[in-house]
């Protein structure tokens, strides 16, 4: 069994009541946010790319426990500002007892705000008690999500706010490559440029036989 619950924009933690994980903890400055800093607590902590709406508070959750686990460059970032680190890249798998982490591309750019390069933006597969789900970060519509698609996944989060990722079209299209059993969309309404309608993506969703969940912020899904 394995508890998904949405954070607000992509931040999404996850647990199977072993490990707990954390995939772009922006809880701080996120007018969606359905947690604090203080109230959450991961073992790993997942960032897909170095924008400050998903890297977010890593370094501060892994000051209080939790390995940031990400690019080279963006856990490298992470260690120099007092984080505990993994650094990946992409193609990647990192077991560990339960389950694993692999990390695929996405379409997108992956800087700091200060400017640092964060090496390439990426998407992740994590599996925790045999259910597989995929976090897309920021990216376009790409066809290599076919590749993802024979994962047999059991939950996509795919972002349809559009303008800097792709929109509810493209994400609709995606799900016919990705295959995934359930769709949670993420990446909308947390700004005036990428409001969506989430319910809608839903039942477009379910019209083309994936059960499509528009989780309110602070919303849960259970796998199991
Ligand atoms: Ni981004
Ligand atoms: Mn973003």
Not at 50 to 57: E, I, R
Not at 59 to 67: D, E, N, R
Request: proline letters at 6%.
């Amino acid at each position: 069994m394995v508890e998904v619950r949405y954070l607000g924009h992509s931040a999404v933690w996850l647990s199977d009541g072993q490990t707990r994980i954390i995939i772009d903890p922006f809880l701080t400055g996120n007018p969606m946010a359905a947690a604090s800093l203080a109230e959450v607590q991961a073992d790993l902590i997942l960032v897909t790319h170095a924008h400050g709406d998903h890297f977010g508070d890593s370094v501060a959750l892994s000051k209080k426990s939790g390995v940031v686990v990400s690019t080279f460059e963006i856990a490298t970032y992470a260690e120099k500002h007092g984080a505990k680190s993994l650094p990946m890249n992409i193609g990647g798998t990192y077991r560990f007892p339960g389950g694993f982490i692999k990390w695929f591309p996405a379409w997108h750019s992956s800087s700091f705000p200060d400017g640092t390069y964060g090496g390439m933006p990426m998407g992740v597969v994590v599996e925790l008690a045999g259910k597989r789900i995929y976090h897309a970060g920021d990216t376009a519509l790409f066809s290599d999500m076919a590749l993802i698609g024979e994962l047999n996944l059991d939950l996509a989060l795919l972002p349809i706010g559009d303008h800097f990722t792709m929109g509810p079209e493209d994400a609709l299209r995606a799900l016919d490559l990705l295959k995934p059993k359930r769709v949670v969309p993420i990446h909308y309404n947390t700004f005036p440029p990428i409001k969506q309608d989430g319910e809608a993506f839903a039942r477009g969703a379910r019209e083309k036989g994936v059960e499509g969940h528009a989780l309110k912020p602070g919303g849960v899904l259970v796998l199991d």
